[in-house]
């Protein structure tokens, strides 16, 4: 069974940065794209990027344009977001997400999620 393991979390001051890291694992044949949703407290999970995993094409928030970068490791089958010019309202749990195929099903799963705190 396919499943999806976040790291990369943490504290860090406003200004200050952090990459996350989310590692796919288990049966997929193949990966058709990874993203990052990310929920403050008390608010709907939010759409932050994504990334198509053969031609590596992006789409970003518009908060997280010019800030954040999304990349992944086609070989580790690991996805990253690479987060810079941190806010305070940037402090969410932040979840990858997987759409892809285990050569019999449509795979969508999501990991478990990292929490992000940005404070002074």
């Known amino acids: 069974q396919a499943q999806l393991v976040e790291s990369g979390g943490g504290l860090v001051q406003p200004g200050g940065s952090l990459t996350l890291s989310c590692a796919a694992s288990g049966i997929i044949f193949s990966i058709r794209s990874m993203g990052w949703h990310h929920q403050a407290p008390g608010k709907e999970r939010e759409f932050v990027a994504t990334i198509s995993w053969s031609g590596g094409n992006t789409y970003y928030a518009d908060s997280a344009k010019g800030r954040f970068t999304i990349s992944r490791d086609n070989a580790k089958n690991t996805l990253y977001l690479q987060m810079n010019s941190l806010k305070p309202e940037d402090t969410a749990i932040y979840y990858c997400?997987?759409?892809?195929?285990?050569?019999?099903?449509?795979?969508?799963?999501w990991g478990q999620g990292t929490q992000v705190t940005v404070s002074s």
């Open positions: 997400n997987l759409l892809g195929w285990d050569g019999h099903n449509i795979v969508y799963i």
